[in-house]
Protein backbone atom coordinates (compact mmCIF):
# COMPACT_ATOMS: atom_id res chain seq x y z
CA UNK A 1 0.00 0.00 0.00
CA UNK A 2 1.00 3.30 -0.54
CA UNK A 3 2.54 5.70 1.88
CA UNK A 4 -0.17 7.87 3.84
CA UNK A 5 0.71 11.59 3.99
CA UNK A 6 -1.41 13.38 7.09
CA UNK A 7 -1.61 17.26 6.08
CA UNK A 8 -2.35 19.55 8.95
CA UNK A 9 -3.02 23.12 7.15
CA UNK A 10 -5.93 25.52 8.14
CA UNK A 11 -5.83 27.41 4.77
CA UNK A 12 -7.52 25.07 2.34
CA UNK A 13 -6.18 26.72 -0.84
CA UNK A 14 -3.02 25.39 0.36
CA UNK A 15 -4.05 22.16 1.60
CA UNK A 16 -6.31 21.18 -1.44
CA UNK A 17 -3.05 21.99 -3.57
CA UNK A 18 -0.82 20.01 -1.63
CA UNK A 19 -3.36 16.64 -1.33
CA UNK A 20 -3.66 17.46 -5.53
CA UNK A 21 0.06 17.14 -5.04
CA UNK A 22 0.68 14.09 -3.41
CA UNK A 23 -2.02 12.10 -4.61
CA UNK A 24 -0.49 12.83 -8.39
CA UNK A 25 2.77 11.93 -6.90
CA UNK A 26 1.02 8.27 -5.81
CA UNK A 27 0.46 9.04 -1.89
CA UNK A 28 -2.29 8.47 -0.41
CA UNK A 29 -3.90 11.43 1.42
CA UNK A 30 -6.05 12.21 5.02
CA UNK A 31 -6.10 16.44 5.26
CA UNK A 32 -7.09 18.25 8.49
CA UNK A 33 -7.66 21.87 8.73
CA UNK A 34 -6.89 21.91 12.41
CA UNK A 35 -4.45 20.65 15.08
CA UNK A 36 -7.41 19.17 17.05
CA UNK A 37 -8.45 17.36 13.79
CA UNK A 38 -5.44 16.06 12.64
CA UNK A 39 -4.69 14.67 16.08
CA UNK A 40 -7.78 12.65 15.56
CA UNK A 41 -7.08 11.40 12.44
CA UNK A 42 -3.20 10.49 13.38
CA UNK A 43 -4.91 7.81 15.90
CA UNK A 44 -7.57 6.81 13.28
CA UNK A 45 -5.14 6.51 10.72
CA UNK A 46 -2.11 6.41 11.39
CA UNK A 47 -0.06 8.15 9.19
CA UNK A 48 3.59 7.40 7.29
CA UNK A 49 4.73 10.63 7.45
CA UNK A 50 3.11 14.36 8.41
CA UNK A 51 3.32 17.57 6.62
CA UNK A 52 2.47 20.04 9.76
CA UNK A 53 1.80 23.69 9.26
CA UNK A 54 3.07 25.64 12.60
CA UNK A 55 0.48 28.24 12.11
CA UNK A 56 -2.69 26.67 13.15
CA UNK A 57 -6.13 28.60 15.06
CA UNK A 58 -6.86 26.59 18.26
CA UNK A 59 -3.84 24.31 19.21
CA UNK A 60 -0.98 25.31 17.38
CA UNK A 61 1.47 23.46 15.24
CA UNK A 62 4.63 23.03 18.63
CA UNK A 63 1.59 21.53 20.71
CA UNK A 64 0.77 19.08 17.84
CA UNK A 65 4.30 18.13 17.09
CA UNK A 66 4.79 17.56 21.06
CA UNK A 67 1.64 15.54 20.95
CA UNK A 68 2.35 13.32 18.29
CA UNK A 69 5.50 12.62 19.40
CA UNK A 70 4.59 11.19 22.97
CA UNK A 71 3.49 7.83 20.23
CA UNK A 72 4.35 8.47 17.00
CA UNK A 73 7.82 7.93 15.66
CA UNK A 74 6.92 9.26 11.89
CA UNK A 75 8.65 11.51 10.05
CA UNK A 76 7.06 15.43 11.07
CA UNK A 77 7.87 18.19 8.18
CA UNK A 78 7.39 21.35 9.19
CA UNK A 79 6.05 24.42 7.27
CA UNK A 80 6.78 27.41 8.23
CA UNK A 81 6.67 31.20 7.21
CA UNK A 82 9.66 33.43 6.51
CA UNK A 83 8.98 35.41 9.08
CA UNK A 84 8.93 31.95 11.21
CA UNK A 85 12.45 31.62 12.25
CA UNK A 86 12.70 30.90 15.96
CA UNK A 87 8.73 28.74 15.16
CA UNK A 88 10.91 26.52 12.93
CA UNK A 89 14.42 25.75 15.60
CA UNK A 90 11.48 25.14 18.56
CA UNK A 91 9.12 22.84 15.99
CA UNK A 92 12.66 20.78 15.48
CA UNK A 93 13.60 21.21 18.98
CA UNK A 94 10.11 19.36 20.19
CA UNK A 95 10.83 16.84 17.25
CA UNK A 96 9.98 17.63 13.72
CA UNK A 97 12.16 16.51 11.41
CA UNK A 98 12.54 18.66 8.30
CA UNK A 99 10.87 21.61 7.35
CA UNK A 100 10.45 23.46 3.74
CA UNK A 101 9.97 27.60 4.12
CA UNK A 102 6.69 29.06 2.30
CA UNK A 103 6.55 29.81 -0.68
CA UNK A 104 8.02 26.87 -2.12
CA UNK A 105 7.71 24.50 -5.03
CA UNK A 106 6.09 21.15 -4.69
CA UNK A 107 9.23 19.73 -5.99
CA UNK A 108 10.86 20.45 -3.18
CA UNK A 109 8.68 19.03 -0.82
CA UNK A 110 7.92 15.97 -2.29
CA UNK A 111 11.79 15.46 -2.70
CA UNK A 112 12.40 16.14 1.69
CA UNK A 113 8.83 13.37 1.34
CA UNK A 114 11.19 11.04 -0.21
CA UNK A 115 13.51 11.81 1.46
CA UNK A 116 12.43 11.07 5.10
CA UNK A 117 10.07 8.05 4.06
CA UNK A 118 13.49 6.83 2.95
CA UNK A 119 15.22 7.50 6.39
CA UNK A 120 12.56 6.38 8.31
CA UNK A 121 12.58 2.74 6.20
CA UNK A 122 16.24 2.20 6.63
CA UNK A 123 16.27 1.14 9.93
CA UNK A 124 19.94 1.08 11.44
CA UNK A 125 20.55 -2.53 10.76
CA UNK A 126 23.74 -4.07 11.91
CA UNK A 127 26.66 -2.25 13.59
CA UNK A 128 28.62 -1.13 10.34
CA UNK A 129 27.87 2.53 8.49
CA UNK A 130 29.54 3.58 5.21
CA UNK A 131 29.56 6.57 3.22
CA UNK A 132 31.79 7.73 1.00
CA UNK A 133 35.00 5.87 1.65
CA UNK A 134 34.60 6.31 5.78
CA UNK A 135 33.70 3.24 7.23
CA UNK A 136 32.17 3.27 10.85
CA UNK A 137 32.16 0.36 12.50
CA UNK A 138 29.83 0.96 15.70
CA UNK A 139 30.60 -2.02 17.59
CA UNK A 140 34.09 -1.84 17.65
CA UNK A 141 33.88 1.94 18.09
CA UNK A 142 36.32 2.64 15.39
CA UNK A 143 36.53 5.00 11.97
CA UNK A 144 38.31 3.88 9.01
CA UNK A 145 38.89 6.45 5.81
CA UNK A 146 40.76 4.76 2.27
CA UNK A 147 41.42 1.84 5.03
CA UNK A 148 42.94 4.16 6.87
CA UNK A 149 41.87 4.32 11.43
CA UNK A 150 40.65 7.53 11.30
CA UNK A 151 41.42 8.88 15.22
CA UNK A 152 38.39 11.22 16.83
CA UNK A 153 38.32 12.33 20.08
CA UNK A 154 35.61 10.97 22.42
CA UNK A 155 33.07 14.30 22.21
CA UNK A 156 34.00 14.02 18.11
CA UNK A 157 32.78 10.23 17.94
CA UNK A 158 30.32 10.94 19.70
CA UNK A 159 28.75 14.04 17.29
CA UNK A 160 29.06 11.40 14.94
CA UNK A 161 27.30 8.95 15.86
CA UNK A 162 24.44 11.39 17.25
CA UNK A 163 24.70 12.75 13.25
CA UNK A 164 24.73 8.87 12.28
CA UNK A 165 21.74 7.43 14.12
CA UNK A 166 19.25 10.72 13.23
CA UNK A 167 20.15 10.13 9.02
CA UNK A 168 18.65 13.06 6.97
CA UNK A 169 16.76 14.77 10.20
CA UNK A 170 17.68 18.98 10.50
CA UNK A 171 19.42 18.72 14.15
CA UNK A 172 19.76 22.07 15.88
CA UNK A 173 22.76 23.71 17.86
CA UNK A 174 20.73 22.86 20.86
CA UNK A 175 19.73 19.51 20.13
CA UNK A 176 23.62 18.58 19.25
CA UNK A 177 24.55 20.13 22.32
CA UNK A 178 22.10 18.02 24.74
CA UNK A 179 23.11 14.95 23.33
CA UNK A 180 26.98 15.04 22.95
CA UNK A 181 27.50 17.65 25.72
CA UNK A 182 24.65 16.72 28.02
CA UNK A 183 22.05 18.73 29.30
CA UNK A 184 23.80 19.96 32.54
CA UNK A 185 26.95 20.40 30.39
CA UNK A 186 27.39 24.63 29.85
CA UNK A 187 28.82 23.95 26.67
CA UNK A 188 28.80 27.06 24.18
CA UNK A 189 26.96 26.65 20.59
CA UNK A 190 30.04 27.15 19.30
CA UNK A 191 31.61 24.04 20.61
CA UNK A 192 29.17 22.56 17.73
CA UNK A 193 30.60 24.34 14.76
CA UNK A 194 34.34 23.92 16.55
CA UNK A 195 33.80 20.23 16.30
CA UNK A 196 31.66 19.37 13.61
CA UNK A 197 34.77 21.42 11.54
CA UNK A 198 36.96 18.73 12.80
CA UNK A 199 34.58 15.90 11.66
CA UNK A 200 34.91 17.68 7.96
CA UNK A 201 38.55 17.78 8.41
CA UNK A 202 38.73 14.29 8.98
CA UNK A 203 36.03 12.49 6.95
CA UNK A 204 35.30 14.62 3.88
CA UNK A 205 36.71 14.86 0.97
CA UNK A 206 36.76 18.56 0.80
CA UNK A 207 36.07 20.26 4.17
CA UNK A 208 34.99 22.86 2.33
CA UNK A 209 32.46 21.86 0.25
CA UNK A 210 30.95 19.01 2.53
CA UNK A 211 29.11 15.93 1.20
CA UNK A 212 28.26 14.50 4.12
CA UNK A 213 27.81 16.66 7.16
CA UNK A 214 26.08 19.51 5.84
CA UNK A 215 24.97 23.33 7.18
CA UNK A 216 21.48 23.75 7.52
CA UNK A 217 21.72 27.68 7.64
CA UNK A 218 20.33 29.54 11.02
CA UNK A 219 19.37 26.25 12.56
CA UNK A 220 22.41 23.66 12.79
CA UNK A 221 22.88 20.30 10.92
CA UNK A 222 22.12 17.87 8.95
CA UNK A 223 23.73 14.57 7.97
CA UNK A 224 23.82 12.65 3.99
CA UNK A 225 25.07 8.88 4.28
CA UNK A 226 24.25 8.97 0.44
CA UNK A 227 25.63 11.23 -2.19
CA1 LIG B 1 -1.73 28.52 8.66
Known amino acids: MNPLILIIEDEAPIRKYLSASFVDAGYRVNEAASGEEGLRLAVDYPPDLVVLDLGLPGIDGQEVIQQLRQWLRVPIIVLSARDQEAQKILALDHGAD ?38 VDLAARTVHRNHEIVHLTPLEYKLLVT ?40 LEEDSARPQFFLTEPGVGYRFHSAV
Open 98 to 135: DYVTKPFGTGELLARIRAALRHAASSPTGNVVTFGTVR
Open 163 to 202: MIRHTGKVLTHRFLLREVWGPNDVAEPHYVRVFMANLRRK
